[in-house]
C-alpha cells in the first residue's frame, strides 16, 4: 500500500521536531541464526524498507532487531544501545484497531512511528508492528520502563492491543516485512509524524521509577528484619490474611476487566494490571504500584495509601487494630 503522509500532531514534552536522525539495526537472516550483521540507514531509508514486503511461501525470514550490539549474536546480555521502541501489537487482551486507524491516532501525538502489518495480518483480525523513532541510543536497561511509560501514554485502543509480555526484550526480533503470495494485497505500511521522541527524557523517567522500585525494596527488607528481631506477629500476614487483593483494589477505585484491572490512573484505560497466582503485577507506568515486582494485598494497600511506604502502612493498620 502506498505510505501515509500525516501532519504532525501535539508536540510531547520529551519529543524534538527532527526526523533526520540515524538508526542502527542488527539484521538477521531467520528466526534460527543468531548472527547479526549491523546497518546504519536514515529514519526515511528505514521506512521506504519496511514498506516493501518479502513475498514467500513461508513466515521465517529475514528480520531485525532495534538495537546496537557490541558482540554480532542476537542475544539480550550483547545489546549495546537500543535504536528505536518496538512494540508488537497481536490483539492477545483486546481486539487492534486497523493499521490506519493506529497510524492516524499516532500522527496526533506526532510521534515519528511506523505501522506495517506482519505475515499473519487480515482485515478481519488486524495484526502489525509498531516502530517509535528515538532521537539518540537509549540504554538497555532504561527499555522495559521507557516501552511501558510510553504505552501508557498511548490511546486505550492502541495501548490494550499491545503485547506487553515483549515489553523490555533487548534482543527482540521483528520479521521484515513479508507476505504469502495469495496475500500480497493485504499488506500495510504507514509511515508519519515528526518528532522522535527523546532518549534523555524518556532515560530520567525510566531512572525514577527504577529508583522507587529500590526504595520500596529497601523499605520491605528493613521492615522484615524489625519483624524478626520482635519475634512477634507479622502485620503484613494479618493484613494478607483478613483482606483479598480484589478488595484493595476495588476500594482504590480499580476496575476489573475480565482477568486484568485498570488503574485509575491510566490515561488509556489500557488494564494493564495482572494477576499472577494470588499477586498482581501492574503495567501502568503512572500508577503508584508500577515497582517491576509483583505484589500482594498488603504490597497493593502500601502503594496506593502510602506511596509505597510499608513502615507507614504497618503502622496505620496497627492503629486501627488498636482502635
Not at 538497555?140 to 499491545?162: C, E, F, K, N, T
Amino acid at each position: 500500500m502506498t505510505p501515509q503522509k500525516s501532519r504532525p500532531g501535539a508536540r510531547t514534552a520529551y519529543a524534538r521536531s527532527n526526523v533526520s536522525n540515524h538508526i542502527t539495526i542488527g539484521v538477521v537472516r531467520n528466526a534460527h541464526d543468531p548472527r547479526i550483521t549491523p546497518r546504519a540507514l536514515s529514519w526515511s531509508e528505514f521506512c521506504q524498507d519496511l514498506s516493501k514486503p518479502d513475498i514467500r511461501e513461508a513466515k521465517d525470514g529475514t528480520g531485525f532487531v532495534l538495537a546496537q550490539f557490541n558482540t554480532m549474536h542476537r542475544a539480550g546480555k550483547n545489546v549495546a544501545a537500543v535504536s528505536a521502541l518496538g512494540f508488537d501489537v497481536d490483539g492477545k487482551d483486546q481486539a487492534p484497531l486497523p493499521p490506519l486507524v493506529a497510524h492516524i491516532e499516532l500522527s496526533r501525538l506526532g510521534w515519528a512511528h511506523v505501522v506495517y502489518s506482519t505475515w499473519s495480518h487480515s482485515a478481519e483480525s488486524p495484526r502489525y508492528r509498531i516502530v517509535i523513532a528515538l532521537d539518540a541510543p537509549l540504554h538497555p536497561d532504561m527499555l522495559r520502563d521507557a516501552q511501558s511509560y510510553v504505552v501508557d501514554q498511548l490511546p486505550g485502543a492502541i495501548a490494550q492491543a499491545i503485547d506487553r509480555a515483549c515489553l523490555g526484550d533487548r534482543a527482540r526480533l521483528f520479521y521484515a516485512p513479508a507476505t504469502s503470495p495469495d496475500r500480497a494485497g493485504e499488506h500495510e505500511f504507514y509511515s508519519g509524524g515528526s518528532a522522535p521522541l527523546s532518549a534523555r527524557t524518556l532515560t530520567l523517567i525510566a531512572a525514577a521509577m527504577q529508583r522507587k522500585r529500590e526504595t520500596q525494596k529497601e523499605q520491605a527488607k528493613a521492615m522484615a528484619t524489625r519483624i524478626a528481631a520482635r519475634g512477634g506477629v507479622s502485620v503484613i500476614a494479618q493484613f494478607n490474611e483478613q483482606h483479598t487483593i480484589e478488595e484493595v483494589l476495588e476500594n482504590g477505585g480499580y476496575t476489573r476487566k475480565g482477568k486484568r484491572w485498570v488503574s485509575p490512573h491510566s490515561h488509556s484505560g489500557t488494564p494493564g494490571i495482572v494477576e499472577i497466582e494470588g499477586r498482581i503485577f501492574c503495567h501502568h507506568a503512572d500508577d503508584p504500584m508500577h515497582n517491576g515486582h509483583a505484589l500482594d494485598a498488603f504490597d497493593a494497600y502500601a502503594a496506593i495509601y502510602h506511596n509505597g511506604s510499608l513502615s507507614a502502612a504497618a503502622a496505620a493498620v496497627r492503629g486501627v487494630q488498636h482502635d
